[in-house]
Antibody
Framework: QVQLQESGPGLVKPSETLSLSCTVSGYSISSGYYWGWIRQPPGKGLEWIGRIYQNGSTHYNTSLTSRVTISVDTSKNEFSLNLNSVTAADTAVYYC????????????WGQGILVTVSS | QSVLTQPPSVSGAPGQRVTISCTGGSSNIGAVYDVNWYQQLPGTAPRLLIY???NRPSGVPERFSGSKSGTSASLAISGLQAEDEADYYC???????????FGTGTKVIVL
């Protein structure tokens, strides 16, 4: 059974960098699929942030591309999200998920982690 | 700013049938891209409900069905149950944005 688990600080100061990790169990990241991040501001809808492939190839939401970096560590079977220069508008629940290459839907999701941007 | 538009809410009595629309454009639903649907119960992560326009993952009840036509898609829930009260999101890909896009979300209210 594929499982994903987000981890990282729940509070980040404005202008600093939000850093989260997603640990995958039950499946090897090296075996394929894209691995992505999605966020959901409190009371609002879902927004795709970006994705990464096992070889490190990335693709980001055009609205966030200047501030986002996603990386992968296949030895730890985890991938990470960095979002810099955060503001209150980046306060959200952040989810990691697995998405297919030829089947572009989010099949497995982490439980989500709330990150609040506040001083 | 979502490019896929859904009604904010739909409601129905137990046992009734409700439908949720998802309207896009020529760069997403109207192109070659499939539509997927997710159910989000309060306080939980979204769960894949329908993929590839009309396919149900294992474990999803048959009363959930999906369809796509032109630049729109629909999710139907027949035999509505109290446990179906949740938020529902459509999702597709978009060639103009070169990525994945989600709908605005619809809250299903069971009367």
């Amino acid at each position: 059974q594929v499982q994903l688990q987000e981890s990282g600080p729940g509070l980040v100061k404005p202008s600093e960098t939000l850093s989260l990790s997603c640990t995958v169990s039950g499946y090897s990241i090296s075996s394929g699929y894209y691995w992505g991040w999605i966020r959901q501001p409190p009371g609002k809808g879902l927004e795709w942030i970006g994705r990464i492939y096992q070889n490190g190839s990335t693709h980001y939401n055009t609205s966030l591309t200047s501030r986002v970096t996603i990386s992968v560590d296949t030895s730890k079977n985890e991938f990470s999200l960095n979002l810099n220069s955060v503001t209150a508008a980046d306060t959200a629940v952040y989810y990691c998920a697995r998405v297919g290459k030829s089947r572009p839907f989010f099949e497995y999701w982490g439980q989500g982690i709330l990150v609040t941007v506040s001083s | 700013q979502s490019v896929l538009t859904q009604p904010p809410s739909v409601s129905g009595a137990p046992g009734q049938r409700v439908t949720i629309s998802c309207t896009g454009g020529s760069s997403n639903i109207g192109a070659v891209y499939d539509v997927n649907w997710y159910q989000q119960l309060p306080g939980t992560a979204p769960r894949l409900l329908i993929y590839g326009n009309s396919n149900r993952p294992s474990g999803v009840p048959e009363r959930f069905s999906g369809s796509k036509s032109g630049t729109s898609a629909s999710l139907a829930i027949s035999g509505l149950q109290a446990e179906d009260e949740a938020d529902y999101y459509c999702q597709s890909s978009d060639s103009s944005l070169s990525g994945y896009v989600f709908g605005t979300g619809t809250k299903v209210i069971v009367l």
